[in-house]
């Protein structure tokens, strides 16, 4: 189905549609072979609390941004290309529900639907995208993803010392490496992460001892000189990790009904989900919500946020 929507007037239709939503604050989108297969709103866990966030699942690449007005305007255009990305369902409990990772090299974050079903359809139609995508290039799943962050409400003090609590001017810092929420004084160092930046990142302590002991298999000599040369961090220099999705909150006030998301795909993609114990990922199988991490009530909110600043 995805394949006969190419070169129709629908999709070409429906690309031009998300094009002028996001206006001049995105990139063109329309490329040969490309295909929207659905779209929708879900819940983002940010690194300060939960957002909706419009997402645009293309037959290549996830789309998502901040919604401005809802189905009219959008901005803060992030682009995840879908052969980096892995799927990993959370398990339900009291505090959260119908959530999963998305992680990839760069970016990796929680999500949660309204509802299971609209979970477990977003979930198959993604799983069913990076499948074909990687069958046609031949390509392996991508097994290094970036850590995801734990949210600054889930740390009141320092998670590396314990001692530091953290206030209007002792702040909070994430660990680029495994998303710990740590003082300054516990990531007063940065290292050179490649697959999430050209530019060393900061780490904390912990992970900048256990990294310089691991010789990187491609430009080691590199590594070495961000980790020995550049490891004290520029103060001058902001916080926030390669993306800006800033916690304004841009869109119209409430009141609105809910809209489940719309695929243009395959609908088969769902029954082969049903048949299946698990969804198809390389890592889709369902995880406990990390330590410390708490999360969704009856609306979707939230577990935890990565290594790029929602």
Known sequence: MVDRLVNSEANTRRIASVESCFGSSGVPLAMQGRVLVGEGVLTKMCRKRP????????????????IVIGKKKYNKQHIMPLEEVSLESIADN???????????????FVVFAATSTEKQEWMAHINKCVEDLLRKSGKKPVENHA????????????????????????????CRNCGAVVCAGCSSKKFLLPQQSTKALRVCDACYER?????????SGASAAAAAGGNKLNTTAGDSS????????????GGESHDEPRFYGDNSVLSAADD????????????????????????????ATMGSNC
């Open 51 to 66: 957002k909706s966030r419009q997402f645009f699942l293309f037959n290549d690449i996830l789309v998502y941004g901040n």
């Open 94 to 108: 009291q505090a959260y529900r119908n959530g999963w990772y998305i992680r990839t090299t760069t970016k990796s």
């Open 147 to 174: 850590a995801v962050w734990v949210p600054d409400t889930e740390a009141s003090v320092c998670m590396h010392c314990k001692r530091t609590q953290f206030t209007f001017i002792q702040r909070r810092h994430h």
């Open 211 to 219: 990294l310089k002991q691991v010789p990187s298999s491609e430009d």
């Open 242 to 253: 390669n993306d800006e999705d800033s916690d304004e909150e841009t869109a119209s006030p």
């Open 276 to 303: 299946s114990s698990t969804i198809a990922s390389p890592s889709s199988a369902t995880s406990e919500a990390p330590p410390g991490v708490q999360g969704v009530q009856s609306t979707p909110a939230a577990v």
